[in-house]
């Protein structure tokens, strides 16, 4: 036997087609089509159910009046004051939560005894209608920002602590066993290790945080507000502005998306050795 | 010149015992043990599971206080008042079955880890880590990711985590259990000339025969309920030794012997 039926020859070049990039394949390019022709579909059907019975715009108005109503609002400084009002609110109980959310969260993981004793009191904090203790927050921090920064994060808090909490739960044994025969300090258990092996933990709590907290500052806002997208929207019930209505609906919409695939950016800017971000 | 008699041994083992469980209910892991580890040996301690041989390894490494007995390394004791001694410790390298590299750490990372911890600048870890990878046999992949490399490629990386700080002692658990017979023939090769290369004192764990007779000079084989040395066997073979070793009447006969003797005691 010789060696040249062992390996191929080494001049051997892979088929023309191999390794060519494809741009996107038929599956991932399914919604780029999909999407837009539903959106029309829906749109049409609703341009002509109005037409055709004659509804009151009180009632439904036509998707050209909601579309000129948002234009109008893209146009208006005052409008976007209120939205700016919304991010800021959204962020800061955002902040809050992960802020709080990780620290508790790394500190339950780790240390059961503590979990056994406030578990209780997570769970009632859970448990409790958030949006009913509003009032509270008003009578105590007033009209301001600051009680709807705290609905906020009261309700960005949960998936974040509990996420974290399964994070550092999850951490490999042969990864700390790693780190023990290394003499590693606590410290460095927890920033070489505990934290970066949480991290696709804590960013899924993140992902859902993030839209629970748009939900707290809207809600926050209309009940106890003068400022934000919220408060715009019970003005526009009030001055029975139906296609406001509408308008000030897909801003906050939109502001969802923004916000939910800008953590989705994070996932992969941050851990792109994770499973979870690979390439479809 | 010293002779090897007299001077210490790398790891010294006394009347170590481990013990399990709970009052109730106690396991005794490890009966009291003797054991004595000469520097520059490389040790192979065989056995059926449930003989101890990584409950001992595990008490070596620091990674398992030790019930009773004392347990010294380089001549210091490993423990006091239930206190892993951090500065011994560092005579330690440990490798584990899984390879356990960090997956967010690329290769070089990874094989820094140990010096990152220790504190030492990022240009000495990266020269450290480069030399390493050559010394193992995975240059060009130190800018990959752990998930990228095959299995006997991770191991590799993880015996250079385990001599990036130079340690005198590299503890091994079952690190070739994981790996095709192919691919783990050609890891006991590489691991034998790295061993020829640094001259570590090695104590490795295994339940494979022929593994253990290829590669050690001294075989301890443990039996179970509760784990003690039943045997201890000499591999007086020369080296570097080739796989083609495995045919000859030497290794054979040892191969032999202890096979029959597992047969008995599991």
């Known amino acids: 036997m010789t060696d040249q039926t062992l390996a191929a020859p080494a001049t051997a070049t892979p088929p023309a087609a191999f390794g060519a990039r494809k741009g996107m394949s038929r599956e991932t390019a399914l919604p780029w089509i999909t999407t837009p022709l539903l959106l029309l579909v829906l749109l049409a059907t609703w341009h002509f159910y109005v037409r055709g019975t004659g509804i009151s715009s009180f009632i439904l108005p036509a998707p050209s009046a909601v579309w000129d109503s948002w234009m109008d609002m893209l146009s208006s400084s005052r409008a976007w004051g209120h939205t700016w009002t919304t991010v800021y609110v959204t962020l800061m109980g955002f902040a809050w939560a992960l802020v709080i959310g990780v620290g508790l969260g790394v500190l339950l993981g780790r240390t059961r005894w503590l979990e056994l004793t406030l578990n209780p009191f997570i769970v009632a904090t859970q448990v409790i209608p958030k949006v009913a203790l509003l009032p509270l927050f008003v009578v105590w921090f007033g009209f301001g920002s600051t009680s709807k920064v705290i609905v906020a994060a009261v309700l960005a808090f949960f998936p974040i602590l509990t996420n974290t909490v399964l994070g550092v739960k999850s951490v490999d044994a042969g990864h700390r066993d790693v780190m023990t025969s290394l003499n590693a300090s606590r410290w460095q258990i927890f920033r070489r290790l505990e934290l970066p092996s949480s991290l696709p933990y804590i960013l899924t709590g993140m992902e859902i945080g993030i839209v629970l907290a748009i939900i707290g500052a809207i809600v926050g806002e209309y009940l106890g507000g003068n400022a934000g997208l919220g408060f715009m929207l019970v003005s526009k019930m009030n001055g029975y502005e139906t296609d406001g209505l509408f308008a000030v609906i897909i801003q906050m919409t939109l502001l969802g998306f923004f916000f939910y695939f800008a953590t989705g950016a994070l996932r992969r800017f941050t851990i792109p050795w994770h499973q979870s971000v690979e390439i479809k | ?266």
């Open chain 2, 1 to 266: 010149m010293q002779t090897e008699h007299v001077s210490a041994p790398a790891i010294g083992l006394s009347k170590i015992e481990k013990w399990f469980g709970t009052r109730a209910q106690p396991v005794h892991a490890l009966a009291p043990t003797d054991l004595d580890v000469p520097a520059g040996e490389l040790l192979v301690l065989l056995g059926p599971s449930g003989c101890g041989k990584t409950t001992m390894l595990r008490m070596m490494g620091g990674l398992l206080e030790p019930t009773g007995g004392d347990l010294t390394i380089e001549n210091r004791p490993l423990w006091k008042d239930g206190a892993r001694q951090g500065e011994t410790l560092s005579e330690l390298g440990m490798v584990f079955q899984d390879a356990n590299l960090f997956p967010w750490l690329t290769i070089e990372d990874n094989i820094a880890l140990p010096l990152e911890l220790k504190g030492v600048g990022k240009a000495e870890r990266m020269a450290r880590a480069h030399e390493l990878t050559r010394l193992v046999g995975i240059s060009g992949f130190e800018k990959r990711w752990p998930k990228e490399l095959s299995g006997g490629m991770r191991q590799r990386a993880a015996i250079a985590r385990a001599l990036s700080y130079d340690p005198k002692i590299l503890l091994m658990d079952e690190p070739f259990g994981a790996l095709d017979a192919m691919t783990r023939d050609q890891m006991n090769l590489e691991l034998q000339r790295i061993w020829m290369e640094t001259r570590k004192t090695i104590v490795l764990v295994t339940h494979s025969i022929s593994e253990a007779t290829f590669l050690a000079d001294r075989i301890v084989l443990l039996s179970p309920r509760p784990g003690r040395i039943d045997t201890i066997v000499n591999v007086p073979m020369a080296r570097p030794r080739s796989l083609d070793v495995q045919t000859t009447p030497e290794f054979q006969d040892i191969a032999r012997t202890l096979r029959h003797r597992l047969n008995e005691i599991s």
